[in-house]
């Protein structure tokens, strides 16, 4: 449909931590189809070159690029080259995660340090390096990729990925209202128990759900929606596409809940 025809994609986080999609390889993907540029970034090099790779077998255009989200420079570098590469930014998405079990008494100070820069700090940098050059274009979309587990206590302990989430959503609103006037839109995707390489490769939260036995994760998992089943990197990718898209031009400062039902119920 070529929804997004005539723009840049910058996709934080594009990569997969393993065999499969994962949410951001999904969404730069799922972008290229529908016209964008994508500028695939990623910590590991062969998984933002993996992306652009599919991407310019199916006759997309993308780029891969190298770079740790969590830290200034590399973000700085990151927006440069992709303002080189393609000229402008129209879309944001940062889909940079990690998820470590624990909770406050558990968890190491070195942990919550990690886990604040990954999930959020990341975010923060990428943000406040692309707003002012989308100020200059005349507006951009920002989409932040955020939890369900910054709303809800999922019967999991992970302390640091839910605080850290729920943080990212408030200076998803605020932001969002501060640069509104300017034509920039910035929302926040809350993904409900999603089967991604991500979480096949946690194990802690497979040690959480069942004793380290992922296909028994995936069953916990399951039976927990109310649809029955989990989603996947692809509902992610597709809300992403609304958000990034003219469609949702009047859509600012919103958590897009993509969960299946799961935060509709009491326990």
Request: hydrophobic share 45%.
């Amino acid at each position: 449909m070529e929804r997004l025809k005539g723009k840049t994609a910058l996709v934080v986080g594009a990569g997969s931590i393993g065999p499969g999609w994962g949410n951001g390889k999904a969404t730069a993907v799922t972008f290229a189809r529908e016209g964008a540029q994508v500028f695939c970034v990623d910590r590991n090099a062969a998984a933002a070159q993996e992306t652009a790779g599919i991407i310019a077998s199916e006759g997309g255009q993308a780029t891969a690029f190298t770079s740790d989200a969590s830290r200034a420079d590399d973000v700085a570098a990151m927006v440069a080259a992709c303002l080189e590469t393609y000229g402008r930014i129209d879309v944001l998405d940062n889909n940079v995660g990690i998820a470590e079990t624990g909770s406050v008494v558990g968890v190491s100070e070195a942990d919550w340090d990690r886990v604040f820069a990954v999930n959020l700090k990341s975010a923060f940098l990428a943000m406040k390096h692309v707003i002012p050059l989308m100020a200059k274009q005349g507006g951009g979309s920002i989409i932040n990729i955020s939890s369900i587990a910054s709303i809800r206590h999922l019967g999991i302990s992970y302390v640091t990925y839910g605080t850290t989430k729920a943080a990212m959503n408030q200076m998803t609103r605020t932001t969002a209202v501060e640069f509104a006037a300017q034509n920039i839109r910035v929302n926040a995707i809350l993904p409900g128990l999603m089967k991604t390489p991500m979480v096949e490769h946690s194990a802690g939260l497979a040690a959480s759900y069942a004793k380290g036995d992922v296909e028994a994760m995936w069953r916990a998992r399951d039976a927990q929606v109310p649809m029955g089943h989990m989603g996947d990197a692809w509902d992610v990718a597709n809300a992403a596409l609304f958000l990034a898209s003219d469609e949702s031009k009047y859509v600012t400062g919103i958590e897009l809940v993509v969960d299946g039902g799961i935060t509709l119920k009491v326990n």
